[in-house]
């Protein structure tokens, strides 16, 4: 939207499935970039777009049971991914992504542990056990 909320573009992104959008920023570039959930299998879902809303690229990771999924970028443009995996339906896993502008991973890492994390309000995650 427009400083006066005005739509400049409106997709309806996901498949067949009910998938859904947790989090977005707009990267250093202006490009957008979405973290959400996919089914049927509750994986992590990304996407980019460019400032047009046109799909750059949408990966899928870590088929679970996706409870939040939070994104951002670093201060060196990589974008970064917490997904917050259910284990079971008493537990969960953060999980931490970290790939390019391009949506090639860099690392991935999770905290096999029943923790909690989120992202705080000074662009960073808190992870808590």
Do not use: C
């Amino acid at each position: 939207m427009q400083l006066r909320g005005a739509i400049q573009w409106l997709r309806e992104i996901g498949a067949e499935h009910s998938d859904g959008l947790w989090d977005a920023i707009v990267t250093s570039n202006g490009e957008i970039f979405l973290g959400g959930y996919w089914l049927p299998t509750n994986g992590v879902l990304t996407i980019k777009l460019t400032q047009s809303g046109d799909s750059v690229w949408t990966r899928n990771f870590l088929p679970s049971n996706t409870d939040h999924v939070f994104v951002l970028q670093s201060s060196d443009g990589a974008l970064i991914v917490l997904g917050e995996i259910g284990v079971s339906s008493e537990a969960t896993w953060p999980a931490i992504i970290r790939m390019t502008q391009q949506g090639v991973v860099l690392s991935a890492r999770d905290y096999p542990h029943p923790i909690w994390a989120r992202r705080t309000h000074v662009a960073g995650f808190a992870i808590l056990g």
